[in-house]
Structure formats: structure tokens, C-alpha cells
């Protein structure tokens, strides 16, 4: 009978049991919610310490063992922002959380590939909260699981100091980030997906977040991922520790801590309601107005050992397959609606560029002539002049430096795109095609926390291009080649190899099809790649 009891029991060991909202993690139980659409969530789940009191301005630590079971029925709160006001129930400092999807009827060895996605905003902002992966996993036909993450942004996530050099961490939100990837290492099994599975994705800052992820530590190999996916890839300008000491010194004065012998001990007793009354841009030194955003990646030579158009030209990244792409008009929700000379088109690329020389802006005024022959409505003469400008130099021509390089070096796996699906309601406004506007579609509009131009819904002039786009996407994380399970009918997404140099694919409703890069658009992106050193990117 015993040794009958040991086979049964070892029988049981080895049966895959379905995945349930009630899920048993080492520090914690969640329970989740089956939707009865043939995907379980859970949401709020905590990957990482609360990084409050002491542990403000710190790298990520390891979550406390909790006690009884901790529903993950609703979404946790995301993270402070710049300029987002005092600390509710919606947005707090302890905030590193992350939300997954599966379906329903996965188990514990279902090994299902895993979508980690990284939000944008900038790093000053969590603006893509929430997202619901039930939509693209139903395009996937039940077969991936997606992660979506929370992290530290603003002064939480990226102040950098002397003071916090020694006695804390710097670039604690892309920290928050690698941290979730661990978390996904450790207990993805748990929800059905395959730790040797995973796709890496995000827009904007998120997509930033996946280069310098791929560049961290000099291009060391964690295998923590093993594909990327990155909309509107940004460059934004990597300071020193030493150049973004004027953050943290200002910080420090305008909190009253100036007089305190350990600055930094003050700040981690200003009350998160207090330092939100604080947290606000300012110019960087030697411009003329506040950036965009100022709070960002700070190049410490440890997590970012290099500027990040060197770190790829110098072959220091994780060479994974690869598909990443922009939007016509990156730069016109960006760009002062009310540019109306020279003078106001250049003093914002300062801003957000300091380190343009006068002689590398006369030639950006020569490669962005205004067109006199086109006015917007409620706009300024230089606005869409200035928006296109800043929307190749941050996105559109890092994204094409990548996969050239990527050619170079003979890595076929890579997969370029622009996404033009015109919207009437943003045409008319003279916006054009948006900054990570398609994050709408590879969702669906009904999963990204509205926002979504309405012309995406069913019924809408757009609605095609949804699950065109998702079943690209979906092939990508199931495969990691985007044209596997592709939907029937769409075209063959050709890479980017030194073969079929510049091909991108270009999405367009009922129109979508391969494009060369146009020559001047090249021949710009090869002048920014040349002195994107200088201007710190």
C-alpha cells in the first residue's frame, strides 16, 4: 500500500492543474478574477517592497511576506507624478504592482508565452495605467499571458545625487522595472506563462525602457527576455550624476531642507503630499524654459554605462529579435501649438536639447524649412515645422539607427514599421498620426483606459486595422517573427536585413503594405545619428 500511496502521490506531482483566481505565491496569496470570458486577471499584485520612509530614493527591494489571502479583484494605485498632484487612492508612492492576464483555462505547465509590457510618460508619469491584456489575448487565439508594470517615475524614480549616489540608488524606476522582470522569472509559472518565454514591450519612455534594458550593465545577458517590442523608441538626453545634482539641490531648497546636515534623510521624511507640491519641471541649465520632462534616466555608469547611440553602435546590447517602429506625426501633441517663429521653434529644442549648438541648430532650421503653403488650424506658422523636427530627432531616427544596426550586424530577426492610419477627427485637427496612437489597436480601444481615437471602435473607419495589427503582434510574441500567425490576407512584414535595407511596414486601414524609408528622411536620421553623442543621446 505505501508504495502504491508514493506512485499516486508522485503521479499528482506531475499533473498540470489549471491555473486558479486563488493563486499560492512564497511571500503571498492573491486571489484574481475569473471574467467568464475566458481570461483571469489579476491586478494590484505587489512585486517589489513598498518604497516609502527609508526606503524613498532606494533600489527596488524584495516584497514582505504577507498574511491571508490579498484580493487582486481591482487595480493598485500607480505612481506619483510630476505635476500630478497630492498622493489618493488612485496614484501613491507604494505603487510597485503589476497586472496580469491569462486564459482561463491555462495551467501550470502550459508554458504560454508571456507579453511584459512597460508603460510611457516620459519617466515622469505612469500613462498607459491599467491596460487590459483580455482583448490581444483572445487574438492570440488563448495562447500568451500578459504583464503589465507599475514603476517609480519623477524625482521617486529618477532623482540623482552625490548624496543619493551614497546613500541610496540612481535610476530606481528602470531598477522597478528589472525587478518585475525577476518577479516574472520566479512565479510566471504560477499564471500559466514560460519564464524562457518572454517578450519585452513598451511605448514611448516604456520603449525607451526596453533599449536601455537591453543596454543595461553594458549589454549583460540576465535572460530576462528574449524578444522585444518597442512603439516610438526615445532618445531623450542622458545626464551624469554630477550634471543632474542641480535637480536634487533645487529639490532640497524648495522643500526647506537646505539647512538640514543630512539633506537626504530630510527628504525621506517630506510627507509624498508635501513633495508633490515640489514636484514640478524646471530648465535645464543653459536653457531657456522647462522641458517637457525633466526628471529621466541618468547615466551612471553602472545600470546606463553609456550614451545610448554608443551602446548600440558599440554592439553592448542583448541581441534578441527585435520589431519596433513610429508614428507619421510623433512630434505634434509635443510641440507648443502656438510656435509661430524661429525664435519659439528653437528656444523648445533647447529646452529639451541643451546641448544643441548653434551651429547644429542652424542646420536643424535648414533640414525643417517651414511650408508656407499649409496652415493648421489654431496653430502657429512653426508649429508643425518644430513637431517634425522633434519627432524624428527623439523617436523616428532612433528607431531606424537601431534596426540599421541591427542589419549591420547581420541580426535578421528585425522588423521596422510606421504607423500612418489616418484618424479624421485628429486629421482635421492637423495632428496628423500620434505619438503611440496605435497602442489603441494592439490593445483594443476598449482596454486602454479611454483616450482611444473613436474612429478605432467597431464600427469605425479604423476598426480593420485592429486586428490586422494584433495579429502581427500576437505572431511576434508567439513566434518572434511577426508574420507566423499573421491574420490571413495581410502582407508578408519583410525584415530589415542589410538586403533589404530601410523596408518598413506600413500600417494603413485596408492599405497596409511595405515602404522604403524616403531618402531625405534617412539622410536627416544619419546626420542626428552623427551628433547624437553631443546632445547626450
Sequence with gaps: MRSQSIAISSLLCRLAFAVQPLVHLDYSTYEGLDQGNGVTQWLGVRYAASPVGDLRFRAPQAPSNTTGTQSAKDFGPICLGTGSGAPTNKSNEDCLLLNIYAPTGATSDSKLPVYFFIQGGGFNTNSNPNINGSELIHASDLNIVTVAVNYRVGPYGFLASQEIQEDGSINNGLKDQRQALYWVQKYITE?????????????????????????????????????????????????????????????????????????????????????????????????????????????????????????????????????????????????????????????FMQANFPSFTLAQLRMWNELYPVNETVQYPNSGRYWRQVSNGYGEVRYICPGIFISGVFANMSLNDNWNYRWNVIDPTADAQGLGVTHTVEVNAIWGPNNTGGGAPSSYYSGGVNYPIVSVVQGYWTSFIRSYNPNTHRVSGSPEWEAWTTDNEYQRLMFQTNNTQMEAVPEDQAARCAYFASIGVSLKQ
Excluded: W
Design 191 to 347: 499564471f500559466g506563462g514560460d519564464p524562457c518565454h518572454v517578450t519585452m514591450g513598451g511605448d514611448s519612455a516604456g520603449a525607451q525602457s526596453v533599449n536601455l534594458q537591453v543596454t543595461a550593465y553594458g549589454g549583460r545577458n540576465d535572460n530576462l527576455f528574449h524578444a522585444t517590442a518597442a512603439e516610438s523608441q526615445s532618445f531623450s538626453a542622458l545626464r551624469t550624476v554630477p550634471e543632474n545634482q542641480y535637480m536634487y539641490d533645487n529639490l532640497v531648497i524648495r522643500t526647506g531642507c537646505a539647512s538640514a546636515a543630512d539633506t537626504l534623510s530630510c527628504l525621506r521624511d517630506v510627507s509624498a503630499t508635501d513633495l508633490q507640491k515640489q514636484n514640478f519641471n524646471t530648465p535645464f541649465p543653459g536653457a531657456q524654459i522647462a522641458p517637457l520632462y525633466m526628471y529621466g534616466p541618468t547615466l551612471d555608469f553602472d545600470f546606463i554605462t553609456d550614451y545610448t547611440y554608443n551602446a548600440y553602435a558599440n554592439g553592448a546590447f542583448v541581441r534578441v529579435p527585435a520589431l519596433a517602429g513610429d508614428d507619421t506625426n510623433e512630434g505634434t501633441i509635443f510641440a507648443p501649438r502656438n510656435a509661430g517663429n524661429i525664435s519659439d521653434s528653437d528656444v
